[in-house]
């Protein structure tokens, strides 16, 4: 019965191993840092960089309030609201 149980528990451990192998296949060290790194230049940056300016240019305009709209709503014949 011992030996059932360290079998069951050592395919378990290689099974799990071979998973945690299998993943790190496709991901290169070197590729990611170099990625990493690539997403830290100038042009990576630019887009984000221009979106913070416009939003800056957003708040620095001078904001003016909207003119309240004439609404004659007085009654010309007798002077009276309608």
Same mark, same amino acid.
């Given at each position: 019965? !011992?030996?059932? &149980?360290?079998? %069951?528990?050592?395919?378990?451990?290689?099974?799990?191993?071979?998973?945690?192998?299998?993943?790190? #296949?496709?991901?290169?060290? &070197? =590729?990611?840092?170099?990625? +990493? %790194?690539?997403?830290?230049?100038?042009?990576? @940056?630019? /887009? !984000?960089?221009? +979106? &913070? $300016?416009?939003? *800056? @240019? #957003? %708040?620095? $305009?001078?904001? !003016?309030?909207? @003119? /309240? +709209?004439?609404?004659?709503? &007085? =009654?010309?014949?007798?002077? *009276? =609201?309608?």
């Amino acid at each position: 019965m !011992t030996y059932v &149980v360290v079998l %069951i528990v050592v395919l378990v451990f290689a099974v799990a191993l071979a998973l945690a192998l299998r993943g790190r #296949e496709g991901s290169d060290g &070197v =590729d990611s840092f170099r990625r +990493q %790194i690539d997403a830290l230049s100038p042009a990576a @940056r630019k /887009p !984000t960089i221009d +979106q &913070v $300016k416009s939003a *800056e @240019r #957003e %708040i620095d $305009k001078p904001r !003016t309030k909207p @003119r /309240p +709209q004439s609404h004659d709503d &007085v =009654d010309d014949s007798n002077g *009276e =609201d309608s």
